[in-house]
């Protein structure tokens, strides 16, 4: 029993419409401190008229504005207080459930094997935004069983994360002998994740500067977006029983904007309420609703567009390197693109047939073709040479009329430089260095 209470859970929270189409983005949402969903995503109205309101599942609130996503709530042990003959989770504990349980829900509900890179969108409210960020760093490891995890993760909206810390450090002196004291009264113990928010420290100054460069990087960036509380929280209310509130009327931020915001995040907003209603809304009027939810929309566009670029910048910083377009010589060494010299001409053959070659005629890239095409003294021959890098400009077919050649056939015997050619195509493609290639064609394949 105490294994299940401690687990890590995902709850898809809404239900797809298939005229919608076939879901593209997962959304997760994960809960801070002393709190559970949906409690936590829940407004409680005072009106006994009104109904409470769960922005995540509301149809007329989240589900209605995200088409084609699944919704995810996931449900870690936050409680602030734990039996006391269980060992504490550390952060990196926490961390690693989250990913189980995110890698777990993904496998079964993938139709196929696309489905399991399906990127991730992440909405973290609080300490549950420090969990994810110590996951995704774990994650971000080749040799990790969650890098499909990291490398899915495209964007995350986070909701007063603490990564300064909390201003609980004000009243950590009298306030931490008091809740231990609390707790053994009902023989339990403080969770030590309050100590990792106490107030800035060593490990959340490393958390946040290996976060950054995980976010920056060229593949597989994340895009992050932070949301800051300006109301106060009477700050023994978080922590301790309603009767000792009698004693305290000071309230201040619990997580200010030095605290909840990123270096990386150019545009963090404020958020008009306290802290515990910062991943609260009362209806689809809500202001601030309104605000986190454009977030959220710009960066599921975002992630949507982005397939074509990060292909792109993975084929030219991952496959098409300096290495791999290395020519090997009969002999075994290899040469970089640089050094060696591509010794062919391509010349037009106007009413050439691909079907008539016959064994006594020479193929267009052969010894005997080359020597053909530099011998010859007539102007119209040399006129009918090709430029490589003008391959596929536009020219005149032998009716007269204009063609814009797409498409090039490459043949030739063994050993004449078909690979050394395609391999020097690719080279010059990349570097720019045939400006009308570019213009043409988006990548090569």
Not at 78 to 87: K, N, P
Not at 267 to 283: D, Q, Y
Not at 286 to 299: K, N, P, Q, S
Request: charged residues 25%; proline residues 6%.
């Amino acid at each position: 029993m105490a294994q299940q209470t401690r687990g890590v859970v995902l709850n898809q929270v809404n239900v797809n419409d298939t005229r919608d189409g076939r879901p593209d983005v997962d959304i997760i949402a994960v809960h801070g401190l002393d709190t559970r969903s949906p409690d936590t995503w829940t407004w409680r109205s005072r009106d006994r008229n009104k109904p409470d309101v769960n922005w995540l599942v509301d149809r007329d609130m989240l589900p209605h504005k995200m088409k084609r996503v699944r919704i995810f709530t996931c449900n870690w042990p936050a409680d602030l207080f734990q039996e006391s003959d269980s060992i504490p989770w550390t952060v990196g504990e926490f961390a690693r459930r989250l990913l189980a349980g995110i890698h777990s829900i993904r496998l079964p509900l993938a139709a196929d094997g696309r489905d399991r890179d399906r990127p991730i969108v992440f909405i973290a409210s609080c300490l549950g935004g420090i969990i994810l960020m110590e996951a995704l760093i774990m994650a971000n490891n080749p040799q990790s069983d969650y890098i499909s995890i990291r490398k899915a993760t495209r964007g995350i909206i986070f909701l007063a994360t603490p990564f300064r810390g909390t201003a609980f450090k004000d009243i950590a002196s009298w306030a931490d002998p008091l809740l231990k004291t609390w707790a053994s009264l009902g023989n339990r113990a403080v969770t030590q994740l309050l100590e990792s928010v106490k107030g800035s420290n060593f490990y959340l100054e490393e958390l946040v500067r290996s976060f950054t460069r995980l976010c920056q990087d060229t593949c597989d960036p994340c895009k992050v977006h932070t949301f800051y509380e300006t109301r106060g929280t009477v700050l023994p209310g978080k922590f301790l029983p309603s009767y000792f509130l009698t004693f305290f009327d000071q309230s201040k931020p619990l997580v200010n904007s030095a605290s909840a915001t990123l270096d990386i995040d150019s545009n963090p907003l404020p958020l008009e309420r306290r802290h515990v209603m910062m991943n609260k809304f009362s209806g689809p009027d809500d202001l601030d609703y309104i605000t986190v939810v454009g977030r959220l929309e710009a960066l599921l566009q975002l992630v949507r567009d982005r397939p074509p670029r990060q292909a792109d910048i993975w084929i030219h910083h991952k496959h098409y390197t300096a290495d791999r377009l290395q020519i090997e010589r009969l002999s075994g060494d290899r040469l970089p693109m640089e050094q060696c010299y591509i010794n062919l001409v391509i010349v037009a053959r106007p009413g050439e047939k691909a079907h008539k070659p016959t064994s006594a005629q020479s193929f267009p890239f052969s010894l005997l073709a080359r020597q053909k095409a530099e011998a010859a003294d007539d102007v119209s021959e040399r006129k009918s040479r090709v430029d490589l890098s003008t391959l596929f400009n536009a020219r005149e077919d032998e009716d007269g009329g204009v063609i814009n050649p797409r498409r090039v056939f490459i043949r030739g015997s063994a050993g004449v430089g078909k690979t050394t050619l395609c391999k020097n195509i690719v080279h010059e493609f990349y570097r720019g260095t045939w400006s009308d290639w570019n213009k043409i064609f988006d990548r090569i394949l």
